[in-house]
Structures are given as structure tokens and as C-alpha cells.
């Protein structure tokens, strides 16, 4: 570290980790494809990078499936979650993966008209447009390959004026598919649109209903539920009310007594 006085004072760089200290300090390599944080002391320090799972040294690590990704330091496929607008189609397109054998389809991602927002390219097929965070160029190449749009390039722009719309779009114009970096990280906004632009938007099922983007449910009698909601079991009783309601949409709400 800076000010460093003597060899006692010396760390392993990141990526390794140490046996022994000062002047008898040896620094070894994290296995191939691990990484740590520099002043590791050992190779359990050693992790697997975002994107990827396992146990270093024990175990390799993976790539997560295709449209799927993880923190750093995951150990098992348990912990890859399939990108925003992606879910797993055998699991009622949950975001979350349970077996190395599952993929990630898309799931309620529409590429809109010219100059339409998200709110009204949602609304069209009766779904509500999904506040979403701002996921980048990874997500974005990804969206365009799925919805087989065929961007001639991918840039990110830093809009000011745009504020926080943050939005995905491509200008058919020159086929260039962009997002806005301005404010990383803030939500992008359903209701903003540019003359020039299709925007690339995630549809979800309405308040009170449940299902994929492609099909949705009402979520049964006196239950309530967010817009986007996948599953029969987020559907919850109202207040003044308890029940459960089952994976296969079944369950009543009683009314509680004094």
C-alpha cells in the first residue's frame, strides 16, 4: 500500500493470494478464470467473476447460460438469473435457473412502431408497460438478437435532455441501435418517445394479474397483485382478508374476525 515502510508491509495484487509474510511472502495464482480482492491471504479467497459460477479451487468456473448472468463469488447455476425481459419457460418464465439445462427465452419484450412509447406499445395488447433498470449494452445487444432486429451498430449516447428516459431504441434511420448512459442506473421511463425512434420495451402483465408477457391471467377473487407479476402465488389476499392461493391459480380470501 501507498507509504509502505517495510517488505511486512507488502500485499498479493488481485487475482492472487498469499502464502507466508514479509520478507517470506509468496504469491500465488487464483486458478484460471477466478479473481480476488488484492491482500488475499488464501485460495479460498479466490472467486468466480460476475457472470459465471463455481467453487475455486475446488471447482472451475462456469458461464451461466445464454441471456442469464450472476454476482461475483456465486458457486452454483442456482444463482444465474436470466436478463430483464428473459425467464425460464418450464418455470412459468421465472428469472431465476435451477439446472444447467434451462435457457432463457424472452418474455414480454416488444420492439415498438416509430415514435410510439412503451405505454402505448404495451397497452396495445392489454399489458403494462415495466419501469426497468439501465441494463446496458450486454442486455441491449441481447434484446436485439432475440427479436431478430438487426442493429448495424451499438453505441451509448449521454443525453441530458432526455433526463431520465434512459431509453433502448434504434433509429431505423441508419439501423443503430443505442442506449442512453445519462444518469446510470436510473429506471427508464414508459411514457417517453422520440419521433425517430422504436423503442425496444418490456411488457408485463397488468395490476391484478398474473403470467408471462405473452399471456395473462386475472389473479383470482379478492387478490390483488403489481403489474408484472409471474406467478399465481404473488397474487395476495387484500387487506382485512388472509388465504392462500396455490401455484395453479386456486384459493380463496376469508375475511378476518375480531
Not at 53 to 58: D, M, Y
Request: proline fraction near 7%.
Amino acid at each position: 500500500p501507498l507509504g509502505s515502510l517495510s517488505a511486512g508491509d507488502c500485499l498479493c495484487k488481485s487475482g492472487f493470494y498469499s502464502s507466508g509474510s514479509g520478507a517470506d511472502l509468496t504469491c500465488a495464482a487464483c486458478p484460471a478464470g477466478s479473481v480476488s480482492p488484492g491482500g488475499s491471504i488464501n485460495a479460498e479467497s479466490c472467486q468466480c467473476p460476475a457472470g459465471t459460477f463455481g467453487n475455486p479451487p475446488l471447482s472451475n468456473c462456469t458461464q451461466c447460460p445464454a441471456r442469464s448472468t450472476s454476482a461475483e463469488g456465486s458457486t452454483g447455476v442456482e444463482d444465474c438469473v436470466c436478463l430483464w425481459g428473459f425467464g425460464v419457460p418450464e418455470l412459468a418464465f421465472s428469472r431465476r435457473i435451477t439446472s444447467p439445462e434451462q435457457t432463457c427465452a424472452i418474455d414480454g419484450l416488444e420492439f415498438g412502431s416509430v415514435g410510439l412509447s412503451c405505454s402505448e406499445v404495451c397497452s396495445a395488447s392489454g399489458r403494462a408497460c415495466e419501469l426497468f433498470p439501465n441494463l446496458g449494452r450486454e442486455w441491449l445487444e441481447a434484446v436485439a438478437e432475440a427479436k431478430d432486429v438487426a442493429c448495424s451498430s451499438t453505441k451509448d449516447v449521454n443525453s441530458v435532455s432526455w433526463g431520465e428516459s434512459s431509453p433502448f431504441a434504434q433509429n431505423p434511420s441508419d439501423g443503430s441501435c443505442y442506449f442512453n448512459v445519462y444518469g446510470n442506473g436510473v429506471t427508464a421511463m414508459c411514457s417517453s418517445s422520440l419521433s425517430t425512434d422504436r423503442r425496444f420495451c418490456v411488457c408485463g402483465c397488468p395490476f391484478d394479474h398474473y403470467g408471462s408477457g405473452a399471456s395473462c391471467t386475472p389473479c383470482p377473487a379478492g387478490t390483488t397483485a403489481p403489474a408484472g407479476t409471474k406467478m399465481a402465488t404473488e397474487c395476495v389476499c387484500r387487506p382485512s382478508t388472509y388465504g392462500e392461493i396455490s401455484a395453479e391459480g386456486s384459493g380463496t380470501c376469508t375475511d378476518c374476525t375480531e
